[in-house]
């Protein structure tokens, strides 16, 4: 399975972003897949994640202003970050649990900055 995120970028605060993961075969099976996102000089950290029944879970930091979707037909993850705040930089890696393998996107850069 490859995972290709896109939708990083420089923002200012206060705007919204969003980042796509597109799957290299169908994610209906996928048990669950997720946003993590890792600072400089911090540990990787879940950010969202979608089960294949469509429940979601979310970091206390960014519930209420991101949210994860999946589209099945197209093999796509969405995270819709919204409000965004100095402290969501980082880069964003977006991940796939299938069966009792994990599988990593290669990650996208979102800074938010003034």
């Known amino acids: 399975v490859q995972l290709q995120a896109s939708g990083g970028g420089l923002v200012q605060p206060g705007v919204f972003l969003r980042l796509s993961c597109a799957a290299s075969e169908s994610i209906f099976s996928f048990n669950v897949m997720g946003w993590y996102r890792q600072a400089p000089g911090k540990q990787r950290d879940l950010v969202a994640a979608i089960t294949n029944g469509g429940f979601t879970s979310y970091a206390d930091s960014v519930k209420g202003r991101f949210t994860i979707s999946r589209d099945n037909a197209k093999n796509t993850v969405l995270l819709q970050m919204n409000s965004l705040k100095p402290e969501d930089t980082a880069v964003y890696y977006c991940?796939?649990?299938?069966?009792?393998?994990?599988?990593w996107g290669q990650g996208t850069q979102v800074t938010v900055s003034s």
């Open positions: 991940s796939a649990r299938v069966g009792s393998r994990i599988f």
